[in-house]
């Protein structure tokens, strides 16, 4: 028998055993299957920052969470990798498609440049920057009741892939460091500065000097733009951001106009990160349709976690987590007696001895999980399935679908963003009198959007993508970033799917899955029943994956 029907006889055998002792050794409760479906009442277009999963197709499906229909470009639009998007006909899609009653939520990265990968490498002159303004003006004129927020991210401080020397490249980041220290007041060897900058051409200095005052020209208008009511609101995001550099240089000039203008933070908003932001965006619209300003606390087991200043990011846990509070609309708070939601924070890292904390994390979990809203954000220092905190919960038979978000994607920007959009989404949500079917819609979308983020933050990022990464190196992939899905689309795909898919005939006879969570305002519980899951690489690399989780859901009775 080869080696791929041996594993998947066994893997099937196994699935029949794990059945078998849940089901007959552990019989489930009473259950009536339904298929309860959100209404969409209203709409937002969403002009995303790229076609990654995260940008796009998480507004979506947060949207619906809201019963909102979040209507993206047609895919032809779009861009696709290192092809950008066609901002031509995005424009044009956007002001035909927009209604009376519609928001919008508008990446100008990629309405500008066709996406982040393009704006990282395209110039941006005065003639186009206007060109940008006058469309934007022009739209608000054609749409004068409609709601326009908007974000740009700033240009992260790894050089542009045009700059490809090695050696250059390295100088200009040591380069860029030392001048941002410098700017904060801090002191540098002027030696070690010389030094650098005799290993850097003025042909390349230039190009990546430019890419940083380019931007802030850029942000200048979009700021006056806002001051002016063209945009509704503007977020300013930082993209990779370190502690030092001239990209906070940039930040901090933005940061001045935008206080002698006197802008408030529901205008104009710096936060770290960029690919969460169209989704901590959407949030904070549906907390203004609902009038919800929650409180929320930030708790954590571990001493350390807060202050952890985790990969790919300028600044610690507490500091990003206390943003995105305010980004949405919400008010942090360190009275957890005074808060009405709670987000836990997991940010592990081995080489701190922090996984010792991890129990207390579980204990909190076990007794808070019943009577409080709680977003789970579980992080991992050196992305691995030895540091988050989720297999702990599956082990004490924690009831994960009990949590109101989850989420542990690779940077703690993202995976808060993330946790608090979804949470505070479906909090807003019961602010208002729900009909029983839309109820039971909206829980169960909630616990979509729960198990996604599970099986692909989790199950994918920290357990699957090393064993395809390793697959993909044995068939003679020397880079995991740069696939030929051309011509290995099927057989990379299988791969994947299959993985996800053992994962999930396991995970879906866990009691962590099976146990029952309330549906809003009702008195009614549903469980999930069954899962099945539909994955592909949306770019040709291995870092992200489109994951569509189907949950089977029924009524206990």
């Known amino acids: 028998m080869k ?27 009473t259950l009536t299957p339904i298929a309860p479906i959100r209404t969409l009442s209203s709409r937002v277009l969403l002009v995303p920052l790229d076609s990654r999963p995260p940008c796009r197709q998480h507004v979506v499906d947060l949207g619906r969470i809201g019963g909102i229909d979040v209507v993206p470009p047609p895919n032809e639009c779009m861009d696709y990798y290192s092809q950008p998007g066609d901002t031509a006909a995005i424009r044009d899609w956007l002001m035909q498609e927009t209604r009376p009653g519609d928001a919008v939520i508008i990446s100008i990265d990629q309405l500008l440049f066709g996406g982040l990968l393009a704006a990282r490498e395209q110039a941006a002159p005065p003639a186009r920057q206007d060109a940008l303004v006058a469309y934007l003006r022009a739209f608000h004129t054609a749409h004068p009741d409609v709601p326009v927020y908007a974000f740009s991210i700033l240009p992260r401080l790894t050089p542009q892939d045009t700059i490809d020397g090695y050696d250059e490249r390295r100088a200009l980041i040591a380069y860029s460091r030392l001048v941002g220290k410098r700017a904060a007041g801090l002191a540098v060897d002027n030696d070690e500065l010389a030094a650098l900058r005799a290993k850097i051409s003025d042909e390349s200095l230039a190009t990546y000097e430019a890419h940083f005052r380019e931007n802030g020209e850029l942000n200048e208008k979009l700021v006056a733009l806002t001051k002016d009511g063209t945009l509704t609101r503007l977020v300013l995001g930082q993209d990779d951001g370190e502690p030092y550099g001239i990209p906070n240089i940039e930040k901090s ?113 076990s007794q808070h999980l019943s009577s409080n809203a709680i977003a789970l954000v579980d992080l991992s220092k050196h992305f691995d399935a030895a540091e988050p905190l989720l297999p702990l919960l599956l082990e ?89 899905l051309e011509h290995n689309h099927r057989w990379a795909t299988q791969m994947l ?25 009702t008195g009614e519980q549903l469980a999930i029943y069954d899962l099945s899951t539909d994955a592909s690489f949306p770019w040709p690399r291995t870092f992200e994956i489109y994951l569509e989780t189907t949950p089977y859901f029924a009524l206990v009775k």
Request: include cysteine.
């Open 497 to 521: 799917q299959q993985k996800l898919a053992q994962q999930a005939a396991i995970y879906k006879h866990t009691k962590s899955l099976r146990a029952p969570f309330p549906v809003p305002q």
């Open 3 to 29: 080696p791929f029907f041996r594993a998947a006889l066994l893997a099937g055998l196994l699935v029949v055993a794990l059945a078998f002792y849940h089901l007959a050794l552990h019989p489930a409760a």
């Open 396 to 484: 004490r038979d924690i009831p994960l679908t009990r949590l109101a978000a989850y989420a542990g994607w690779n940077t703690t920007s993202n995976a808060i963003g993330t946790a608090l959009a979804a949470m505070t989404i479906r909090e807003a949500c019961t602010q208002d009198a729900l009909a029983p079917d839309e109820a039971r819609a909206l829980a169960a979308e909630s616990a979509r959007f729960l198990q996604n983020r599970v099986l692909e933050d989790f199950f994918y990022l920290k357990a699957d993508i090393d064993p395809i990464n390793h697959a993909l190196k044995k068939a003679g992939y020397t880079n995991t970033a740069d696939l030929d």
């Open 253 to 365: 000039s933005i940061q001045l106009t935008i206080d002698a203008l006197g802008l408030t933070d529901k205008q104009c908003f710096l936060t770290h990160g960029a690919d969460e932001i169209a989704q901590t965006l959407l949030a904070a619209y549906v907390c203004e349709q609902h009038d919800y300003h929650p409180r929320i606390t930030v708790t954590t087991t571990d001493p350390g976690a807060k202050t952890r200043v985790m990969p790919y990011m300028a600044v610690d846990c507490a500091t990003v987590a206390e943003e995105k509070i305010r980004l949405i609309g919400g008010t942090p708070t360190s009275d957890e007696k005074d808060a009405n939601l709670t987000l836990f924070l997991s940010a592990n890292d081995s080489d701190k001895g922090s996984l010792d904390t991890r129990q207390a994390a579980v204990d909190f979990l």
